[in-house]
């Protein structure tokens, strides 16, 4: 299975932008999909996972009300649609695919290539 990344881009502070990542192959109902991002110089941070089969979601603290995480289960796709955008949010967003429920991007062993997310003031 690969995951492919797509929908960063430009945006001014206040917007919204709505990633999404494409499996090649089927996720389990066991399976987890995360958003984590990353900042050059910066460790990956995680932004939100869902379980693949409950829907069942998490955010960090950062985001929470302000970006919703969810799955099409028909086209394997998991998306991320970020509203409010601040300029703290821009970094490289990559999306990831777990056996287990965690936010450690440590027990995440499936990425995607990343995308970037500008955030102008």
């Known amino acids: 299975v690969q995951l492919q990344a797509s929908g960063g881009g430009l945006v001014q502070a206040g917007g919204s932008l709505r990633l999404s990542c494409a499996a090649s192959?089927?996720?389990?109902?066991?399976?987890?999909m995360a958003w984590f991002r990353q900042v050059s110089g910066k460790e990956r941070e995680f932004v939100a996972s869902?379980?693949?089969?409950?829907?069942?979601?998490v955010y960090a603290d950062s985001v929470k009300g302000r970006f919703t995480i969810s799955r099409e289960k028909a086209e394997n796709t998991v998306h991320l649609q970020m509203s409010a955008l601040k300029v703290e949010d821009a970094a490289v967003y990559y999306c990831?695919?777990?056996?287990?429920?965690?936010?450690?991007?440590?027990?995440?062993?499936?990425w995607g290539q990343g995308t970037q997310v500008t955030v102008s003031s």
């Open positions: 869902i379980r693949w089969g409950a829907g069942t979601t």
């Open positions: 192959g089927r996720i389990y109902s066991s399976g987890v």
């Open positions: 990831a695919a777990s056996s287990t429920w965690d936010t450690g991007p440590l027990n995440y062993k499936l």
